[in-house]
């Protein structure tokens, strides 16, 4: 495990002092932020609907490119071909840097490892010929607003940046510009038990808040990799193992709080657990990548402890016949919390990494949680389910650290597959099918994925029809670089020939783009670009991710 720990590593954050900047710093006075509760602070909206009515008539003419399909802008157009994202940079001019450093002080960076660090993700293939020009770290949204307003007038591109675990190049500076580092905003906010929520900053993680909400009895049940913190997580809409149960980020976000482009900050709700007033704009913006705006407060729904749990685990012959009991178990209404599928390429790897002797066979994992009476009734249920379709070795434990043991592993399978690999990087699939496709979807790529030279692992979010596939390459070997992609073309390709997504949870970035057209239809992608061009005028929330760049408007 030494390689993946390795790449979790990151550099001393270096922090100039502002005599190291040689420039003089503007005395003059920063606007006041509106106060997001007052009758006023949302009349960016009103504009906004306005203006999309205009643009949707052709009325209006904006400064986002009408269509970017230029040739330093090929990367995420249809079909592309091409991993390293290119990119318009300008020079950042030195009375920019003078405004930042005004009310940032010393929480800004000009150095260079600092800010290639940031501009490089740090488990993903993806690459930019650029990397920020500056990195901040704001303390408040107060300062993160003047960070947006800033930019905007100087029209420098904003990178938001959280945990850092995302893997389809959400964080690439291709542009250059401002890399808004969110990770010194962590506050827990407020914590109400009675009303089963909590208001919380975006910097703060979600291992770290469970952490927190574990003596009330509450937890939050979303769990992506480990390291993702909140805003990341509602920026890409992730969802994790517990999604077959509690659904994705966009049900568990009751309202946040966005600073955008121009510099509003906008509440999208009350904390009354459902609403019917208006748009509904905290699902406009969960999902968004930071291209609409730089979330500074989510307010979550938190589900109540389970009184007690139960881990199960089921070897299988063929792939086919682990989903097909997934897909058999969901069917029968059995409320499962988890239903994981690791195929035996990722279990080798798991016991190359733990030093476990786990048999090397497609497997599935489940949790059940309820009473101590019913989560051993479901489980003792899916245990003549699995029988049914040749499952053998069917075991499960009770006992906390066990559990907490077998979790760990399922959590640290990307890691495992490095270390499988150390001096390889990681295409990862993402694709989601109809749940009745699932085994199919699976099969047909598994045969594949085994007659390549490369190595290949699969892991299946089983219950809801969502499957990875880590293809590891030489990233020196461009025919290695090459069969990756086309594996993943394949894989992704043959989702959406069964009606389903390119990605799942881990979102678009600059990985998926070339994909959407086909999902969507160009009308879909259209109306997203009439929004972002009407939010964000002067393009300037993290350019060049999410929307093709041969969608025009």
Known sequence: MAASLFRLSRPRRVLLPLSALRLPLSTQPLPQPRDPSSPNSNRGLPAFLSFLAAAAAGGITSSVALCDAGPDHRVGGKDST??????????????????LASFLGENLTVDYEERSFHGTPQNSFHKAVNVPDVVVFPKSQYEVRNIVMTCNKYKVPIVPYGGATSIEGH????????????????KIKSLHVEDMDVVVEPGVGWIELNEYLKPHGLF??????????????????????????????????????????DGDVVKTGSRARKSAAGYDLTRLIIGSEGTLGVITEVTLRLQKLPSHSVVAMCNFQTVKDAADVAIATMHSGIQVSRVELLDEVQIRAINMANGKSLPEVPTLM?????????????????????????????????????????????????????????????????????LSRLAECISVSKQLLDASPLTCLVIAHAGDGNFHTIILFDPTQEEERREAERLNHFMVHTALSMEGTCTG?????TGKMKYLEKELGMESLRTMKRIKAALDPNNIMNPGKLIPPHVCI
Not at 82 to 99: D, M, S, T, Y
Not at 384 to 394: P, R, V, W, Y
Request: glycine letters at 10%.
């Open 82 to 99: 091409e991993l390293v994202v290119r990119g318009e940079r300008k020079c950042v001019p030195q009375q920019f840097i003078e405004e």
């Open 171 to 186: 964080t690439l500076a291709p542009h250059g510009g401002v890399c808004i580092d969110m990770s010194s905003m962590k």
């Open 220 to 261: 939050f049940p979303l769990d992506p990799g480990p390291g993702a913190t909140i805003g990341g997580m509602c920026a890409t809409r992730c969802s994790g193992s517990l999604a077959v149960r509690y659904g994705t980020m966009r049900d568990n976000v009751i309202n946040l709080q966005a600073v955008l482009p």
């Open 366 to 434: 489940f949790e059940f949680i309820g009473t101590e009476a019913y989560a051993l009734e479901q489980t003792l249920l899916v245990q003549k389910i699995a029988a049914e379709h040749h499952g053998s070795d069917f075991v499960f434990v009770e006992e906390p650290n066990a559990k907490e043991e077998l979790w760990k592993i399922r959590k640290e399978a990307l890691w495992a597959g490095f270390a499988m690999k150390p001096d390889h990087e990681a295409m990862i699939t993402d694709v989601c099918v109809p």
């Open 505 to 509: 949870e881990h979102g678009v970035g």
